[in-house]
């Protein structure tokens, strides 16, 4: 039952692999991100991706690409890793209705990402 | 000025004490307002939406004051369990872009 999920929760890797970061949302929203979170706990936004639009956080290198095969569901794709990668990495989904308003934004149990 | 700004504490306090934590932000069109909270090594956690006339959700009170553009959270009875850090989120009107805060640190002691 839960509401945002990310597989894998741990991943330890080299230096110029390429690795992939999965994320799934059951809460029937339309809003999908991507954060980073360094080891100073800033969470700083990378990607946000709603109905096919997608904004990008123009201080994220294009090594970093997302990718929706549906409203459900935002993969994070990671070329070349480096490693000033090494962060947690969450992912969030939100909804937003314009009669209603903004409920705000739930989030994965983040992706432990280390690069060695 | 930062977007949005949060003292990182941190806050020190006894069990029972009421504490309570402000966060200003820059951009006057801002219009949705949370406050969510993070336990080590968890994800953020929606706390609650600050509505423009205030809200309380427990021993927890949330304000926003738009004329001085901040909002605060109070709360009140602190347990062990209210140690965490707390993050104020700022979005624009129709924005689907949150701006985050650093975090405030709480540490409830016995």
């Known amino acids: 039952d839960t509401a945002v999920s990310q597989t894998p929760k741990y991943l330890v890797t080299q230096m110029g692999n390429d690795k992939s970061i999965k994320c799934e949302q059951n809460l029937g929203h339309d809003t999908m991100y991507w954060y980073k979170q360094d080891s100073k706990k800033f969470l700083k936004i990378m990607f946000s991706y709603n109905n096919k639009e997608l904004i990008i956080n123009e201080t994220v290198p294009n090594r970093f690409s997302p990718k929706s095969p549906d409203k459900a569901h935002l993969n994070l794709h990671i070329n070349s890793l480096e490693l000033g990668d090494s962060a947690v990495y969450f992912c969030?989904?939100?909804?937003?209705?314009?009669?209603?308003?903004?409920?705000?934004?739930?989030f994965g149990p983040g992706t432990r990402l280390t690069v060695t | 000025r930062k977007e949005v700004e949060q003292d990182p504490g941190p806050f020190n306090v006894p069990e029972g004490a009421t504490v309570a934590f402000n966060c200003t932000y820059s951009n006057s069109a801002s219009q949705s307002f949370f406050w969510y909270r993070q336990d080590c090594r968890k994800e953020p956690k929606l706390l609650m939406s600050?509505?423009?006339s205030g809200n309380e959700d427990g021993r927890f009170t949330a304000q926003l004051n738009r004329a001085s553009q901040y909002i605060s959270l109070l709360i009140r009875d602190s347990k062990l369990s209210d140690s965490a850090t707390y993050l104020c989120?700022?979005?624009?009107?129709?924005?689907?872009?949150?701006?985050f805060g650093r975090g405030t640190s709480l540490i409830v002691h016995p």
């Open positions: 600050v509505y423009s």
């Open positions: 989120v700022v979005k624009g009107r129709g924005s689907y872009i949150p701006t």
């Open positions: 969030a989904s939100s909804q937003y209705n314009s009669g209603t308003g903004d409920y705000g934004q739930y």
